[in-house]
């Protein structure tokens, strides 16, 4: 019988059995490497009321503490909420990471893209003697 991935949607490879954790959103019982993993690192309070906090606040340059979560997704869940996306045959057969998102000092996205066109061209503009 045919095989649609190489490794069966699982990271287990000599292992017989791993234990399950629940998915974040449906809490169904997924297999630990199976499940799509996420680290989110957010603030305790929402950006509307950031402002109310830092006036009502005693202290002039407090720091808020940041939320560190990590959530573990069912494929159906990650699927869902546009976590993860189907690729084709073709697209499957790619293991590389995707790109990932860069932000320069002023807070903006820089895509791995521009940066490679930058660079390509600074090096086409000044050749090594």
Known sequence: MTKKRRNGG??????????????????????????????????????????????????????????YLKIHYCISCAIHSHVVRVRSVAGRRNRAPPPRVRFNKDGKKISPAAVAAVAAAGGAAAPRA
Request: charged share 30%.
């Open 10 to 67: 699982r990271n287990k490879n000599g292992r017989g059995h791993v234990v399950g954790v629940r998915c974040s959103n449906c809490s169904r019982m997924v297999p630990k490497d199976k499940a799509v993993r996420r680290f989110t690192v957010r603030n305790m309070i929402e950006s509307a009321a950031i402002r109310d906090m830092s006036e009502a606040s005693v202290y002039k340059e407090y720091v808020l503490p940041k939320l």
